[in-house]
């Protein structure tokens, strides 16, 4: 499903009432029904919703969601945050509509608020839409804090219209303060902020929902971010000829004393994701302890210092990457100036794809330029988390991942996977992916590993990257349920990927 800004939503809305000539009080009647129809089902003895209005088109789809829950025999208090005289036209209209059937549109006084909360069922947020981009400050704001007090003190349910207030529709940025919401009804297309940032955390339930816009007109919406949802994921059906040599020749490249966990965490999930070979090269110094952690996995010794590996360990790992498919190198590699000179060697001497990880992304970060320079056909995919990446000299200082990790992506020509709640995978043509499995649970040293495994397992036997993320964490998700997010493990992942690549083999 592809995620339109607030710019691509606003066209949409543009060619739907130009062109196919959809008046705009309809588009905004059908998207109020929507949001009215949820409300309604959460609604206990009162019958009564608490709607919170800004003066824009946002606010008019809370006033037209009033006039349909006075229409079904509904009652609600409607509240405008700002001037009466700043309402858009449609808002006006909306008010018109809800004032002839008896209902009122009330100025929000925080500081005399004594009205009907007590007895509201449901709150409805449509202070602000998907054109916020300032802070919200005064009255909106007081809004805004009461709806998250109410929400937390008396456990009424909070519904958003497109996007939660104070959540910048483009980056999941929190302008000043945000509503917390429940759920959110997003109109024709989701919006990236609902799924990235700190939009993620304000969000609830995302439900998106037709509002009326010609069905070719969606078609045809060519945005650049994609939503990583179930029906895109997929796994091709083996050949019944498939052996070994054909589903993936696999080199993992690091380890180090005191971090042999790691490689055999990817090792195992590049296996358990379909790989047919994968070879480990390890220090020698933990070689021993790194064999008997692998059965299936086939680990070798490589020259070390100090339990890292040096300079001498490179003309091996090259004789070795003649015959892969793709190279994996960082899991518990650990520092040093050897490996930084040995992680840049090979990026430059790369003949398959490389996925760089962990302390592989550390030695790159202090040679960037290696990577400009090696700039060839084959995929470099980088997987670094928030540090890391900034690291590597991302920008998150803004506060747009997505963003920050499509500019990366598309400077030095590599496709990136900056993880996190909501992981972005970017592409150098300026695409870019947002994932939508994954939890808590997975924060623990090991997770990282596991899904480098994966996703060089994908490189080995091509597919995309992106089933691999998603994949991830649908077995993270599966993990929690039955271990609870406390308990769970990355070896966990790894044990419930067999049923999740089962459901996806197309």
Same mark, same amino acid.
């Given at each position: 499903?592809?995620?339109?800004?607030?710019?691509?939503?606003?066209?949409?809305?543009?060619?739907?009432?130009?062109?196919?000539?959809?008046?705009?009080?309809?588009?905004?009647?059908?998207?109020?029904?929507?949001?009215?129809?949820?409300?309604?089902?959460?609604?206990?003895?009162?019958?009564?919703?608490?709607?919170?209005?800004?003066?824009?088109?946002?606010?008019?789809?809370?006033?037209?969601?009033?006039?349909?829950?006075?229409?079904?025999?509904?009652t609600a208090s409607v509240y405008l945050v700002t001037d009466r005289a700043k309402l858009s036209p449609d808002?006006?209209?909306?008010?018109?509509?809800?004032?002839?059937?008896?209902?009122?549109?009330?100025?929000?006084?925080?500081?005399?608020?004594?009205n009907l909360y007590y007895s509201a069922d449901v709150i409805i947020d449509a202070i602000f839409g998907i054109?916020?981009? $300032?802070?919200?400050?005064?009255?909106?704001?007081?809004?805004?804090?009461?709806?998250?007090?109410?929400?937390?003190?008396?456990?009424?349910?909070?519904?958003?219209?497109?996007?939660?207030?104070?959540?910048?529709?483009?980056?999941?940025?929190?302008?000043?303060?945000?509503?917390?919401?429940?759920?959110?009804?997003?109109?024709?297309?989701?919006?990236?902020?609902?799924?990235?940032?700190?939009?993620?955390?304000?969000?609830?339930?995302?439900?998106?929902?037709?509002?009326?816009?010609?069905?070719?007109?969606?078609?045809?919406?060519?945005?650049?971010?994609?939503?990583?949802?179930?029906?895109?994921?997929?796994?091709?059906?083996?050949?019944?000829?498939?052996?070994?040599?054909?589903?993936?020749?696999?080199?993992?490249?690091?380890?180090?004393?005191?971090?042999?966990?790691?490689? $055999?965490?990817?090792?195992?999930?590049?296996?358990?994701?379909?790989?047919?070979?994968?070879?480990?090269?390890?220090?020698?110094?933990?070689?021993?302890?790194?064999?008997?952690?692998?059965?299936?996995?086939?680990?070798?010794?490589?020259?070390c210092i100090d339990g890292k590996l040096n300079n001498e360990a490179l003309p091996l790992i090259l004789e070795?990457?003649?015959?892969?498919?793709?190279?994996?190198?960082?899991?518990?590699?650990?520092?040093?100036?050897?490996?930084?000179?040995?992680?840049?060697?090979?990026?430059?001497?790369?003949?398959?794809?490389?996925?760089?990880?962990?302390?592989?992304?550390?030695?790159?970060?202090?040679?960037?330029?290696?990577?400009?320079?090696?700039?060839?056909?084959?995929?470099?995919?980088? $997987?670094?988390?928030?540090?890391?990446?900034?690291?590597?000299?991302?920008?998150?200082?803004?506060?747009?991942?997505?963003?920050?990790?499509?500019?990366?992506?598309?400077?030095?020509?590599?496709?990136?996977?900056?993880?996190?709640?909501?992981?972005?995978?970017?592409?150098?043509?300026?695409?870019?992916?947002?994932?939508?499995?994954?939890?808590?649970?997975?924060?623990?040293?090991?997770?990282?590993?596991?899904?480098?495994?994966?996703?060089?397992?994908?490189?080995?036997?091509?597919?995309?990257?992106?089933?691999?993320?998603?994949?991830?964490?649908?077995?993270?998700?599966?993990?929690?349920?039955?271990?609870?997010?406390?308990?769970?493990?990355?070896?966990?992942?790894?044990?419930?990927?067999?049923?999740?690549?089962?459901?996806?083999?197309?």
């Amino acid at each position: 499903m592809k995620l339109a800004t607030a710019a691509e939503m606003r066209e949409l809305d543009r060619l739907a009432i130009e062109q196919a000539g959809i008046p705009s009080t309809t588009l905004m009647t059908n998207a109020a029904a929507h949001v009215a129809d949820l409300a309604k089902t959460l609604m206990a003895e009162h019958r009564h919703a608490l709607i919170f209005c800004g003066s824009g088109n946002n606010g008019g789809d809370g006033i037209a969601a009033a006039v349909a829950f006075m229409k079904a025999g509904y009652t609600a208090s409607v509240y405008l945050v700002t001037d009466r005289a700043k309402l858009s036209p449609d808002a006006a209209e909306m008010t018109r509509r809800l004032e002839e059937l008896g209902g009122e549109l009330e100025i929000f006084d925080p500081a005399h608020f004594v009205n009907l909360y007590y007895s509201a069922d449901v709150i409805i947020d449509a202070i602000f839409g998907i054109g916020l981009n $300032t802070e919200v400050r005064g009255t909106p704001k007081a809004a805004v804090d009461l709806i998250n007090t109410l929400k937390d003190t008396r456990n009424i349910p909070v519904i958003s219209a497109d996007v939660a207030s104070g959540i910048e529709a483009d980056s999941g940025r929190v302008l000043g303060t945000a509503v917390r919401a429940d759920y959110t009804v997003t109109f024709t297309l989701p919006k990236p902020g609902s799924f990235v940032g700190q939009g993620i955390l304000h969000a609830g339930e995302v439900r998106v929902v037709d509002i009326g816009i010609p069905e070719e007109m969606v078609k045809g919406f060519v945005g650049k971010t994609t939503l990583i949802t179930a029906d895109r994921v997929g796994l091709s059906v083996r050949p019944r000829d498939m052996h070994k040599g054909r589903a993936g020749k696999l080199l993992l490249i690091g380890g180090s004393v005191g971090y042999t966990g790691a490689l $055999t965490l990817a090792a195992k999930a590049a296996l358990r994701s379909g790989a047919g070979l994968v070879f480990m090269g390890v220090p020698e110094a933990i070689y021993p302890v790194v064999a008997a952690q692998n059965l299936e996995a086939m680990p070798f010794p490589l020259p070390c210092i100090d339990g890292k590996l040096n300079n001498e360990a490179l003309p091996l790992i090259l004789e070795r990457m003649q015959n892969i498919d793709a190279l994996l190198i960082g899991p518990g590699l650990g520092q040093s100036s050897e490996i930084d000179e040995l992680v840049c060697a090979l990026i430059r001497a790369a003949n398959v794809p490389i996925v760089l990880d962990a302390d592989g992304l550390n030695a790159l970060s202090r040679h960037i330029h290696v990577l400009d320079e090696a700039r060839t056909a084959l995929p470099f995919i980088l $997987t670094p988390h928030d540090g890391e990446f900034t690291r590597l000299g991302g920008d998150l200082s803004h506060g747009d991942r997505l963003k920050a990790a499509r500019d990366f992506a598309v400077r030095h020509k590599c496709t990136l996977v900056l993880k996190g709640p909501g992981t972005i995978i970017a592409t150098e043509s300026g695409h870019a992916f947002v994932n939508t499995t994954g939890n808590p649970g997975m924060a623990t040293g090991g997770s990282g590993d596991v899904l480098a495994g994966m996703i060089a397992a994908r490189c080995g036997f091509p597919g995309p990257i992106f089933t691999a993320v998603w994949a991830h964490g649908r077995a993270g998700d599966l993990a929690a349920q039955a271990l609870g997010e406390y308990s769970m493990l990355p070896s966990d992942v790894i044990d419930y990927l067999p049923e999740v690549l089962k459901q996806i083999v197309r």
